[in-house]
């Protein structure tokens, strides 16, 4: 159970490394919103888009050097919000429960001042929806209303002022303003549907590794309840037997010495078979299949992202050599997802004239791999092992490409008939690691 416990977490640390990696991914997906909080004031600090000059920046119509440093001063406020609005997608993606109200007070705040004093230039007018849609993935639906109405609020004042000073008619500027609201609803919507379906999906990805580390743990404590169950069947009998033959000899031991001791015979023999039954059941755990470990370990490493192909998993030898062989397979496997960051696995298990190799293969840089370094504590033990059955054990890097080979070299007994056991159609072993 102690290997099927260090499988289990070997699977469950890569999958925390690619759950890490989409994170990451979903963030820069996300962070798209907050970037354009500061690309569209810092084309606005330019006039950039400004059809007439009733729609240049309030900045910039400061006389003298003003100009200038009131539109440096909008863009710096616009860096400020993106960092703010970052923080509140970041906050939903790992706490979803939480909202940094904050953070979205303060960023709303410098949304005022960046449209202040870069409206109501068209571009710096879209910074509301970009932030309306950053904000807009926290909170519930009565806060998605609030964070649109302060956005039409952000959008639309700067726009309601530069036409007042301009002279507009009240009809050219409701017009003007209908049209405004319009579309910055419809891009609102649009920047929100695309970062609510990234953030949903994330959420969808996480459930899914929450529900399959529960399933294995879940497997783990099955396992250990009928590993518990089975002693309690195999013992409970036996030492219930053995208190009564034990009382009995004790109280007869001054009545009856000879009856005694015939009682005490029996709860030796009791003892005995009590220790057989344990040997047998603790033997059947120890025990590994070699075609049912070397499916198991292809399931996990597909599993994990890793192509797995396994060849050989049927070979005829004894079934001790078939047992060591299983180790080797689960402990190779086992170091490709602990530290390995393979993408292909290649285990193969063959006759070669008297001996059974059997090889484990990856692709990828193993982490600390030198081919001069003592092995690790699972390749020390399984060293061992395979030594004590008068096998050789060898791992380090491949010496042809990129990649780690651990190989087993396995004696056999030889047949009663005198040959060695190899069968025809012999497959030359690989040659990038000597055993």
Known sequence: ??????????????????????????????????????LSPAFAATNIGAPNEAMTTFASRAPGGAGVALSAAGVLCSLALA??????IRTRIDRPAT???????????????????????????????????SVAVTGRFRHKAAYTVLMLAAG??????????????????????????????VVFVVLLASNVAIIALWDLVTE??????????????EERLRFARDMHD?????????????????????????????EMSAVQHLARDALREVRTAVSGYRDVDLAAEAAGVQAVLTAAGVRCTVSGADVDVPAEQRSIASWVVREGTTNVLRHSSARNCTVALRRDGSALVTEVFDDGAQQGADAAAPFGNGLAGLAERVSAAGGALTAGPASVGTGFLLRAVLPLPERPDGGDGSAGGEQPGREDVAA
Not at 8 to 32: E, F, K, N, Q, W
Not at 177 to 185: P, R, S, W, Y
Not at 208 to 221: E, G, I, N, P, T
Not at 239 to 248: F, G, N, Q, R, W
Request: aromatic letters at 4%; one cysteine or more; hydrophobic letters at 55%.
């Open 208 to 221: 899914a590794h929450a529900a399959r580390d529960a399933q294995a743990r879940l497997a783990v404590s």
């Open 99 to 133: 909202a940094l109200r904050r953070d979205v007070v303060l960023s709303y705040l410098l949304l005022l001042v960046a449209v202040g004093l870069l409206g109501p230039n068209p571009p710096a007018l879209s910074t509301s929806q970009f932030w309306a849609a």
């Open 234 to 262: 195999l013992l409970g009998h036996s030492l219930s037997a053995l208190a009564v033959k034990s009382e009995l000899a004790a109280r007869l031991t001054g009545i009856d010495p000879q009856a005694a001791s015939r």
């Open 156 to 185: 639309l004042a700067p726009l309601l002022v530069g036409m007042a000073i301009g002279g507009s008619s009240l009809r050219e500027s409701a017009a003007a303003l209908a049209v405004l609201a319009v579309l910055q609803l």
């Open 1 to 38: 159970m102690a290997d099927h416990d260090t499988t289990a977490l070997a699977h469950s640390d890569r999958s925390g490394r690619r759950i890490d990696r989409a994170r990451r991914i979903v963030l820069a997906l996300s962070l798209s919103t907050p970037v354009f909080c500061v």
């Open 83 to 88: 960092y703010a609005s970052m923080r509140v």
